[in-house]
């Protein structure tokens, strides 16, 4: 991995399952705890990636981010079925809320303080320190409740460019924390965006809300000094591509980048929008690795392989959103198994 993001020659493509919930099951760790304590949420990322040979490092993240760290309620992934935190308490119900919407400090801001503590502990082992921001109408879904963001966004756009304003500017302070804490080098960005999805709003409604905030954060991360960003447009954004790119257009195509779109996406349109300058995340079928056979999951893993090694930028095999929990620690193996078979340079 660290081969391909500083432009070395490597001997096979890397392997990066987006193992978060499965690396507590298959350590013998909950959920819960996964989420909820530091030293868990690192040991067993560390040991998962160990025991399979892939070539990830430790990150800590969540697709709920942003209701917990303005002031809301979330619950940890103890009960069964439970994969992630989620949102109990929204911190803003009313038109009325929004006003009264403090900007948090990012280091007593929720789940901040947690992903800190697991990027300290990368950074003792020389591994780059994630931090996540992006993704503004996930963040901002998150604090107002999603179905509620997308009727304002219709009926009172003026509350939701409020909400993401502060999003921003509590991003920007987060960024700023984690990079006088270890140094703009050693950070690495996790942007990550669910509710961006074109299932649940359009292209014109990305361009509006989130886009210009988009291109302010990544230009502000790069600006002080931080190069790698994993880029993760969760589910069917087809639409949203142009955007994305524009983002990139917009910062120069500075910095090293990791594309990682859902399954719906397909890497030849990946690699024609970014394949230039960026590397891509593959985006093999991510249920797949629970419900299909090894024999399958090998045939997967070499489609995409194939598919991807024709970006000229690089390609790490993945799938197209987080690891399901409960796969097989077999199907984990045949990705490994693929990218050895199919994806060796030598």
């Not at 119900?93 to 809320?97: G, H, K, N, S, Y």
């Not at 629970?290 to 045939?299: G, L, P």
């Not at 970006?311 to 197209?320: E, K, Q, V």
């Given at each position: 991995?660290?081969?391909?993001?500083?432009?070395?020659k490597?001997?096979?493509?890397?392997v990066?399952?987006?193992?978060?919930g499965y690396?507590?099951k298959?350590c013998?760790?909950?959920?819960g705890?996964f989420y909820a304590?530091a030293?868990v949420?690192?040991?067993?990322q560390?040991?998962?990636?160990d025991?399979h040979?892939?070539d990830?490092?430790?990150?800590?993240?969540?697709?709920?981010?942003?209701?917990?760290?303005?002031?809301?309620k979330i619950g940890?992934?103890?009960?069964v079925g439970h994969?992630?935190?989620?949102?109990?308490?929204h911190p803003v119900?009313?038109?009325?809320?929004v006003?009264r919407?403090?900007i948090?400090?990012p280091s007593?801001a929720?789940?901040?303080p947690?992903?800190?503590?697991?990027?300290k502990?990368c950074n003792?082992l020389?591994l780059p320190?994630v931090?996540?921001v992006?993704?503004?109408?996930?963040?901002a879904?998150n604090?107002?409740e999603?179905?509620?963001?997308?009727?304002?966004?219709?009926r009172?756009p003026e509350l939701?460019h409020?909400v993401?304003s502060?999003?921003?500017a509590?991003q920007?302070?987060?960024?700023d924390?984690?990079?006088d804490?270890?140094?703009?080098?050693?950070?690495?960005?996790?942007?990550?965006g669910?509710t961006?999805s074109?299932k649940?709003?359009?292209?014109?409604q990305?361009?509006?809300?989130?886009l210009?905030?988009?291109i302010a954060?990544n230009?502000?991360?790069l600006?002080?000094?931080?190069?790698?960003?994993?880029?993760?447009?969760?589910?069917?954004?087809n639409?949203?591509?142009?955007?994305y790119?524009?983002i990139?257009e917009?910062?120069?195509w500075?910095?090293r980048?990791?594309w990682?779109?859902?399954?719906?996406?397909?890497l030849?349109?990946?690699?024609e929008?970014f394949?230039?300058?960026?590397?891509?995340g593959g985006n093999?079928d991510?249920?797949?690795f629970?419900?299909?056979?090894?024999?399958?999951?090998?045939?997967l893993?070499?489609d995409?392989?194939?598919r991807g090694?024709k970006?000229?930028?690089?390609?790490?095999?993945?799938?197209?959103c987080?690891?399901?929990?409960?796969?097989p620690?077999?199907?984990?193996?045949?990705m490994?198994?693929?990218?050895r078979?199919f994806?060796?340079?030598e």
């Open positions: 991995m660290f081969g391909l993001m500083t432009g070395q490597i001997d096979r493509i890397p990066s399952p987006f193992a978060m690396a507590a298959v013998g760790f909950s959920i705890d304590n030293k949420n690192f040991r067993s560390l040991m998962a990636a025991m040979g892939y990830s490092s430790p990150m800590y993240g969540y697709a709920s981010i942003g209701a917990w760290e303005f002031g809301g940890f992934p103890y009960e994969g992630a935190p989620y949102v109990i308490e119900e009313t038109p009325e809320d006003d919407l403090e948090p400090d007593r929720g789940s901040n947690i992903s800190m503590e697991v990027a502990q003792a020389g320190a931090f996540q992006g993704g503004f109408i996930t963040f879904g604090i107002m999603p179905a509620r963001m997308l009727l304002w966004m219709i009172k939701v409020k993401i502060k999003v921003l509590f920007k302070l987060t960024a924390w984690y990079i804490t270890f140094g703009p080098e050693k950070c690495m960005v996790f942007s990550g669910a961006e074109n649940l709003i359009s292209a014109k990305f361009e509006t809300f989130t210009p905030n988009e954060i230009k502000y991360v600006d002080k000094g931080i190069h790698s960003v994993l880029m993760h447009p969760c589910a069917d954004q639409a949203n591509i142009p955007h790119r524009k990139r917009e910062c120069g500075r910095g980048y990791v990682n779109f859902g399954p719906e996406t397909p030849e349109k990946q690699i929008m394949g230039a300058h960026d590397i891509i093999v991510p249920p797949s629970q419900t299909k056979s090894f024999d399958e999951v090998i045939m893993c070499k995409n392989i194939e090694m970006n000229p930028s690089g390609y790490i095999l993945m799938p197209g987080e690891l399901p929990p409960l796969t620690p077999i199907n984990v193996h045949a490994m198994t693929a990218a078979k994806g060796s340079f």
